[in-house]
Structure formats: structure tokens, C-alpha cells
């Protein structure tokens, strides 16, 4: 997890939970700024709709509205620029805290595969050589203790926040750039009781 990561409390949760705001959330994480109209069309849901569970998301902290854009009658949202996390053992630990937290990871999952599925099912040459030759779909597997995969995250997490503020999100108009999606997913992989037992140890 980021250090500047935002742990949610169970209200969150539950409101980033819900299907159709999670997939709002992620629309505007992954293509930025959008109105509750052209977001209703990409999502096939009333504007009317779009725009109820919009607000939802601005009440809780998820989303803002963009300043100096629009023309008062159709606002224009973006997501909140700071990394939301479940929290793990620091975040709620009651059985709903629990099941929520399941739901965001399971959502979180289904939208990552969508883009590595849309991006594989691009039309390579239609993507100049440059992007051809930078995009990585890599998978690793290590040996490591759960302070090592601590280690290891933070470093990573470093990394990206060194390169994050090297280009303003949301400025569609710095030349060369793109919107890159960028997953990270660390976890153990149980082979057997024994495993299990060892995590409970640590």
C-alpha cells in the first residue's frame, strides 16, 4: 500500500461497493474527466442514475467536481487523486468490514482485467512501435516471508509515486503522453494447510 494511501471505514466501503459506483469510480480513474451524460452512455445506465450515484461518490470522498468546467448545467467529475485501500488488518475487521472489503478487491480485479483484455485485443499496429515495445504483461513468482513482500511493495510504491508527479494527470495536452494502467498485485499463493498455518505464524 502507498503511504498516502487512504484507508476506508466502513461507510466507504460500502459505498464504493455498490456495482455501479465502483464502476463510475473506475471509468474516471482509467479515462479521466467525464459528465454524468457521456458516463450514463459508457455504462448504459439513465443519466438520471449516473448522476444520483455520482453524488454518492462525491459525498464520501471518492470524486470531485472539476473546477472552471462545465456550463452549469452538466458537471464535470473526476476522481479524487489519492490511492484507496481496504486497509487489511488496519482496516475494519467486523464481519461486513470484512465482506466489503472483499467485494472492492473482487471489483478492483474484474476492472484490471478488462483493460489488460482490451488492451491485448487492440489492434497492435494501430499502436506506435514506442507503446508496442513499453507496455509489459510480465508475471513473477518468489520465495519470500511476509516482511520481505512488505519490502518489496514499498519499494515498488516508490517508484510509481517518483514518476507520478512528473506529468499532471488529467492534462490531456502534454505531448507524448498517455494514461497508463499500471497493476500491482502481490499476494501469497497457499499451496497447502501447512502454508497457511506458517502466514498465521508470522
Known amino acids: 500500500m502507498a503511504p498516502e494511501a487512504r484507508v476506508l471505514d466502513l461507510p466507504s466501503m460500502k459505498a464504493l461497493s455498490h456495482p455501479l459506483r465502483s464502476q463510475l469510480f473506475n471509468e474516471l480513474a ?8 457521456s458516463l450514463a452512455d459508457k455504462v448504459g445506465e439513465s443519466t438520471g442514475s449516473t448522476s444520483y450515484h455520482l453524488r454518492q461518490l462525491e459525498r464520501h470522498g471518492f470524486i470531485e ?3 472552471g468546467r462545465g456550463n452549469g448545467r452538466e458537471r464535470w467529475w473526476r476522481r479524487v487523486p489519492v490511492a484507496v485501500h481496504s486497509g487489511g488488518t488496519d482496516g475494519p475487521q467486523s464481519p461486513a468490514g470484512i465482506a466489503a472489503a472483499r467485494l472492492l478487491a473482487s471489483g478492483s480485479n474484474e476492472f484490471s482485467e478488462q483493460l489488460i483484455r482490451e488492451f491485448i485485443a487492440r489492434d497492435q499496429e494501430s499502436m506506435s512501435p514506442g507503446w508496442r515495445d513499453a507496455a509489459d504483461l510480465s ?4 520465495r519470500l516471508t511476509p516482511a520481505d513482500l512488505r519490502e518489496l511493495m514499498d519499494g515498488v510504491h516508490g517508484v510509481i509515486d517518483a514518476f507520478r508527479d512528473r506529468h ?10 498517455s494514461r497508463v494502467f499500471i497493476r500491482t498485485a502481490a499476494v501469497p499463493i497457499f499451496d497447502d494447510e501447512r502454508d497457511e498455518r506458517q502466514d498465521e505464524g508470522s
Open 65 to 67: 467536481e472539476v473546477e
Open 168 to 177: 499532471v494527470l488529467d492534462d490531456a495536452t502534454d505531448q507524448g503522453t
Open 30 to 37: 482509467a479515462h479521466g474527466p467525464a459528465t454524468a451524460t
Open 139 to 142: 508475471v513473477s513468482i518468489l
